[in-house]
């Protein structure tokens, strides 16, 4: 069982919808993150969170840390949020990925 | 700007070569990363380097070396050790290895095999 996983694996959404990415670790964490992976394989820091809610513009981040799970919101979604959305774990240095959910947004 | 380059974008290699993927940062991060992701996986950490002259194996090194000669610097060479180099690679850096620290992450390299 991978110490990082994701839900769903594929979602997709009509632009305007509201969108929730789930993320369960198995162990105790320093830090969650949540990236994202652009079509052409970048990838771009969005949050680094230990406790509680960010937000940034249309996306928000919230982690539960007795439950050992994060999600990643996003409002008013648009077809430029179209790409794959990682989440990882840091603990004792290491940090651990999940497989990712590909998100695509439709006009 | 600052960021990370790595080059080529794309890379083919024969039987039998090895073959050197490059990656460059001018964020003067101290600890650099590479990384393998295949589809359906998470990212899986191949080498990585706190500081100059020093790296550490990851979780899968096997076929795998690099060099740390500069800070800016952190070459990847899969070599004919590594029988299933198909993958997309990506390189990272942050400032020192810490448990809080956000990675920085260049553009990717895929490699396939020709």
Not at chain 1, 19 to 45: D, E, K, R
Not at chain 2, 56 to 62: C, H, L, N, S, W
Not at chain 2, 65 to 94: D, G, I
Request: aromatic share 8%; proline share 5%.
């Amino acid at each position: 069982k991978n110490e990082v996983e994701q839900s769903p694996q594929n979602l997709t959404a009509q632009e305007g919808e509201f969108i929730t990415i789930n993320c369960s670790y198995s162990v105790g964490i320093s830090a969650l993150h949540w990236l994202q992976q652009h079509p052409g394989g970048g990838i771009v820091s969005l949050f680094m969170l230990s406790s509680g809610k960010k937000k940034h513009g249309r996306l928000i981040a919230t982690i539960n840390i007795q439950e050992k799970h994060s999600s990643l919101h996003i409002t008013a979604s648009h077809p430029r949020d179209s790409a794959v959305y990682i989440c990882a774990a840091t603990r004792n240095n290491d940090m651990r990925f999940g497989a990712g959910t590909r998100l695509t947004v439709k006009p | 700007d600052g960021g990370i380059t790595q080059s080529p974008k794309y890379l083919f290699r024969k039987e039998g070569q090895n073959v050197t993927l490059s990656c460059e940062q001018n964020l003067n991060h101290d600890a650099m990363y590479w990384y393998r992701q295949d589809p359906g996986q998470g990212l899986r950490l191949i080498y990585y380097s706190q500081i100059v002259n020093d790296f550490q194996k990851g979780d899968i090194a096997e076929g795998y070396s690099v060099s740390r000669e500069k800070k800016e610097s952190f070459p990847l060479t899969v070599t004919s050790a590594q029988k299933n180099p198909t993958a997309f690679y990506l390189c990272a850096s942050s400032t020192p290895r810490g448990v809080n620290q956000p990675q920085h992450f260049g553009d990717g390299t895929r490699l396939s095999i020709l």
